[in-house]
């Protein structure tokens, strides 16, 4: 059933193409933002090997996808799409409203109403429907220390955010997942 989950070689009809409309709609989303936030969109606490490895992870990752070939025409194919696809519209709709947020003031608007964080749990959607969609096995390895070395990041910006807007985010995180 998972026949292939370590199977890699270059082709046209890899996981690349996933990577490829990520990196457009990310990039495009940028140019649509006030410079200003743009700022507060990148500014990532540096938590020392953690940081480190959660960018190499992040970047290994989609370098792994252009050796990935997409189960084509199978329930993998169709459900990791579905999946890759609701995050994707999840990032969209994250980083609009991050975008028309106020800079000096933690964004709290649309949906993040309900998440703290829904710009990392659409990349979690984006990546599992990646790793669904090519039944990848080096690709969940990728995954598994992104997300570890995630945890310790969301931890940094939450007590950053928490020393820069004070009571205003504490009660922010008290009311959303």
Known sequence: MLTGFFDISP????LWIFSAIFFVISTGIMFFFPKHNIKKFIEVPDTGIKTKLNKLSYYLFFF???FIPIKQNTLWFYFGSTVFSVGIILYTVSMFYFAISEYNLPVTQGIYKILRHPVYISFFLITAGMIIAGTSGFLL???????????????????????KYGNLYIEYKQKTF
């Open 11 to 14: 082709g046209i009809y890899n």
């Open 64 to 66: 792994i996808s252009i």
């Open 141 to 163: 390895i990728v995954t598994i220390l992104h997300f570890y070395t995630l945890i310790f990041i969301i931890k940094e910006e939450e007590k950053e955010c928490e020393k």
